[in-house]
């Protein structure tokens, strides 16, 4: 079972800034597409954020757009995303996922696309 293991949550300032770590172990991450994705309480999970295997394709939801940044360190096994300027509405359980996509040419926001899930980390916005 290909696991991935988020890290980096926890309580962050409005304004403020976090980065969200997701690492693989058992597999090489640098064959998959990874997707961000939140989960606020009583509302759906919605993607945020997602990359490409090689770093060719990103993408954002209108909402984090200027204020998040997904990147990769393929010789890490890590994905990360940068949050700068937090704000009220960025609280969540975030998740990674990954979909297996070696040529490196897109990466989805559709939930539905991700085979392999991580537990989660929650981020906590707050003075």
């Known amino acids: 079972q290909l696991q991935l293991v988020e890290s980096g949550g926890g309580l962050g300032q409005p304004g403020g800034s976090r980065r969200l770590s997701c690492a693989a172990s058992e597999f090489t991450l640098g064959y998959y597409a990874i997707g961000w994705f939140r989960q606020a309480p009583g509302k759906e999970r919605e993607g945020v954020s997602c990359?490409?295997?090689?770093?060719?394709?990103?993408d954002y939801i209108a909402s984090v757009k200027g204020r998040f940044t997904i990147y990769r360190d393929n010789a890490k096994n890590t994905v990360y995303l940068q949050m700068n300027s937090l704000k009220p509405e960025d609280p969540a359980v975030y998740y990674c996922a990954a979909e297996w996509e070696p040529g490196d040419v897109v990466a989805t926001l559709v939930e539905g696309e991700y085979d392999h899930w991580g537990q989660g980390t929650q981020v906590i916005v707050s003075s």
């Open positions: 990359i490409s295997s090689r770093s060719s394709f990103t």
